[in-house]
């Protein structure tokens, strides 16, 4: 249960650890199994929401050191302000984790006398609701190609009222909490999250091959396919595509742990360079998954093949929005200093 609370205060109890830590967690996770290592993204990064939350209402949460929490942070649900709460219905897709969660969360837009309550700039307030688990209704929805045993179910509400202080908006509220963990941008945390299961299944991948490799003879073949030129080639090729694809990862996350620790805030340009590395690795680990996909010929389509697995779990992972192929322009429109909404960095 501890690896849950990777990002929950200490002040509750948790281990509000580095950033690396937390992250390096999820990928060894999802060495040994994908979806284990997504359910634990999910849990380990909904606990950093606890920052938010008035030190009263976090505790009432995240005090008991069992609570695992989960929940989509898109605003697919409406919330009608009523005095001290909302009253809250939405359905959410992607509740992964969401079976053995105490507490569930899920975006909405704040609505007040039935009209959509805009923030200064302009937006719609959107803000994220906590909730019992017990007061929302699981529809058996994820019958998936890959991370299937996730259990990313949707999630309903209908006219479920939450106190105001069981709420929080991630772009426009601060961290009550100071520590640098809570300087790193929650988005940015769940898209690095993200690009972690993507290198542990990328990593699984190649160490299945290398073993395969050594003891399969192809039909009509006389040596191990570890023999092959093409698959040394290509097995060379997705090591280093891996490595340094990683390397790019560790290394932006190193600078902005740095930055936050030393100066308690961080910089557009950083965070940018954050959802790069996080979009990078996730893609690239894709490619390196496919190739081994390949080598492996027949036997990576059988279901005792744990290529098959890695092959249908990271196709998956690309199609989440936080690493999806709109971050390239997110992140290139940043840095070549042209404005737009940058509140998804």
Same mark, same amino acid.
């Given at each position: 249960?501890?690896?849950?609370?990777?990002?929950?205060?200490?002040?509750?109890?948790?281990?509000?650890?580095?950033?690396?830590?937390?992250?390096?967690?999820?990928?060894?996770?999802?060495?040994?199994?994908?979806?284990?290592?997504?359910?634990?993204?999910?849990?380990?990064?909904?606990?950093?929401?606890?920052?938010?939350?008035?030190?009263?209402?976090?505790?009432?949460?995240?005090?008991?050191?069992?609570?695992?929490?989960?929940?989509?942070?898109?605003?697919?649900?409406? $919330? &009608? /302000? !009523? @005095?001290?709460?909302?009253?809250?219905?939405? *359905?959410?897709?992607? #509740?992964?984790?969401?079976?053995?969660?105490?507490?569930?969360?899920?975006?909405?837009?704040?609505?007040?006398?039935?009209?959509?309550?805009?923030?200064?700039?302009?937006?719609?307030?959107?803000?994220?609701?906590?909730?019992?688990?017990?007061?929302?209704?699981?529809?058996?929805?994820?019958?998936?190609?890959?991370?299937?045993?996730?259990?990313?179910?949707?999630?309903?509400?209908?006219?479920?009222?939450?106190?105001?202080?069981?709420?929080?908006?991630?772009?426009?509220?601060?961290?009550?909490?100071?520590?640098?963990?809570?300087?790193?941008?929650?988005?940015?945390?769940?898209?690095?999250?993200?690009?972690?299961?993507?290198?542990?299944?990328?990593?699984?991948?190649?160490?299945?091959? $290398? &073993? /395969? !490799? @050594?003891?399969?003879?192809?039909?009509?073949? *006389?040596?191990?396919? #570890?023999?092959?030129?093409?698959?040394?080639?290509?097995?060379?090729?997705?090591?280093?595509?891996?490595?340094?694809?990683?390397?790019?990862?560790?290394?932006?996350?190193?600078?902005?742990?740095?930055?936050?620790?030393?100066?308690?805030?961080?910089?557009?340009?950083?965070?940018?360079?954050?959802?790069?590395?996080?979009?990078?690795?996730?893609?690239?680990?894709?490619?390196?998954?496919?190739?081994?996909?390949?080598?492996?010929?027949?036997?990576?389509?059988?279901?005792?093949?744990?290529?098959?697995?890695?092959?249908?779990?990271?196709?998956?992972?690309?199609?989440?929005?936080?690493?999806?192929?709109?971050?390239?322009?997110?992140?290139?429109?940043?840095?070549?200093?042209?404005?737009?909404?940058?509140?998804?960095?």
């Amino acid at each position: 249960m501890g690896l849950f609370r990777l990002g929950v205060p200490k002040s509750l109890g948790g281990l509000e650890a580095e950033p690396a830590e937390l992250l390096d967690a999820i990928e060894q996770v999802s060495i040994a199994d994908g979806a284990s290592g997504w359910c634990l993204m999910i849990g380990a990064t909904s606990g950093l929401t606890a920052a938010y939350l008035d030190p009263a209402t976090a505790k009432e949460i995240y005090g008991d050191p069992m609570t695992v929490t989960g929940g989509v942070f898109g605003p697919r649900g409406k $919330a &009608e /302000l !009523a @005095g001290d709460a909302y009253k809250v219905s939405g *359905r959410w897709q992607w #509740a992964s984790g969401s079976s053995h969660c105490g507490w569930l969360m899920g975006g909405c837009v704040v609505t007040e006398n039935g009209k959509p309550r805009l923030l200064e700039d302009g937006t719609p307030d959107a803000r994220m609701m906590l909730f019992p688990a017990c007061e929302a209704t699981i529809h058996d929805t994820w019958h998936s190609s890959g991370l299937c045993g996730t259990g990313s179910n949707d999630m309903e509400l209908r006219d479920v009222t939450v106190p105001r202080r069981r709420s929080l908006s991630i772009v426009a509220d601060k961290p009550v909490e100071q520590g640098p963990l809570y300087v790193f941008p929650i988005f940015g945390l769940l898209a690095l999250g993200i690009a972690a299961v993507s290198l542990g299944l990328a990593r699984r991948a190649i160490d299945e091959l $290398a &073993e /395969l !490799a @050594g003891a399969k003879i192809p039909t009509g073949a *006389r040596r191990p396919l #570890a023999e092959r030129t093409a698959t040394q080639a290509d097995f060379a090729r997705a090591e280093a595509l891996l490595g340094s694809a990683r390397s790019f990862y560790v290394d932006c996350v190193g600078q902005a742990w740095r930055m936050a620790k030393a100066e308690g805030a961080m910089d557009v340009a950083t965070r940018a360079r954050l959802r790069l590395a996080a979009t990078n690795a996730t893609e690239t680990a894709a490619k390196v998954v496919d190739l081994m996909y390949g080598l492996g010929g027949g036997t990576s389509v059988y279901h005792a093949s744990a290529l098959q697995r890695c092959f249908r779990d990271v196709h998956v992972v690309t199609q989440h929005m936080m690493v999806a192929p709109a971050t390239w322009e997110l992140v290139g429109r940043t840095m070549l200093g042209i404005r737009g909404d940058i509140s998804l960095l």
